[in-house]
């Protein structure tokens, strides 16, 4: 299994992104697509998280109301939109995959294929 996440980038205070993350290798809908991010200084959190099997989406409280994931046409791809950035969503964007559902399997232990960062950049 592959991960590749793209779509970070440079963006006001208030604005938008739409990060993407193209996961190959899955051979079923049975699988996991969840976004973290490491902030400067920080560890690394988990942030929203959908399972594919049943469509479930799941999100931090920080982002809750601003951001949202979804599939994308390709069942390999899926989006995390976010809305009304902010300062403090300035991280490191990673995307990761598992295999069955993400709900009660949030913690970075239980996700076994990660891609490479994406940065985001808010400036206020």
Not at 2 to 24: E, H, I, M, N, T
Not at 112 to 118: F, I, L
Request: proline fraction near 2%; charged fraction near 15%; hydrophobic fraction near 35%.
């Amino acid at each position: 299994v592959q991960l590749q996440a793209s779509g970070g980038g440079l963006v006001q205070a208030g604005g938008s992104l739409r990060l993407s993350c193209s996961a190959s290798g899955f051979t079923s809908d049975y699988y996991a697509i969840g976004w973290f991010r490491q902030a400067p200084g920080k560890e690394r959190e988990w942030v929203s998280c959908l399972s594919r099997a049943d469509g479930n989406s799941y999100y931090s409280d920080s982002v809750k109301g601003r951001f949202a994931i979804s599939a994308g046409d390709s069942k390999d791809t899926a989006y995390l939109q976010m809305k009304n950035l902010e300062f403090e969503d300035t991280a490191v964007y990673f995307c990761a995959a598992r295999h069955g559902f993400c709900s009660g399997y949030l913690s970075e232990p239980n996700w076994g294929y990660w891609g490479q960062g994406t940065l985001v950049t808010v400036s206020s």
